[in-house]
Nanobody
Framework: QVQLAESGGGLVQFGGSLRLSCVVS????????LGWYRQNPGKQRELVAV??????DYADSVKGRFTISRDNAKKTVYLQMSSLGPEDTAVYYC???????????WGQGTQVTVSS
């Protein structure tokens, strides 16, 4: 079974940075898409960043501040976040999809809280 395990969340001050990690089992290679979503209570889960077909895409709200990357040797997907603001407070979920019509997999989530 595919398993995703996020880590790196926590409390950060306004303007600070965090790096989230997602270990993908059995490996991070061969997926149609790998990315990060986030969700606040009462709101829908929204796409933050994704690696798709060799390219990356970002939500407009995080462009220029967040960077997604992958290290297949470490079986890990990263989300480097900078210039964080309260609007970035959410549970961040790692996401993987086997194909355009394939099964989507989700991690347990890691909480990111940005204080003012």
């Amino acid at each position: 079974q595919v398993q995703l395990a996020e880590s790196g969340g926590g409390l950060v001050q306004f303007g600070g940075s965090l790096r989230l990690s997602c270990v993908v089992s059995p490996n991070s290679d061969g997926f149609y898409a790998l990315g990060w979503y986030r969700q606040n209570p009462g709101k829908q889960r929204e796409l933050v960043a994704v690696i798709l077909g060799g390219r990356t895409d970002y939500a407009d709200s995080v462009k220029g501040r967040f960077t997604i990357s992958r290290d297949n040797a470490k079986k890990t997907v990263y989300l480097q976040m900078s210039s964080l603001g309260p609007e970035d407070t959410a549970v961040y979920y790692c996401y993987a999809k086997l194909g355009p019509f394939g099964t989507a997999y989700w991690g347990q989530g890691t909480q990111v809280t940005v204080s003012s």
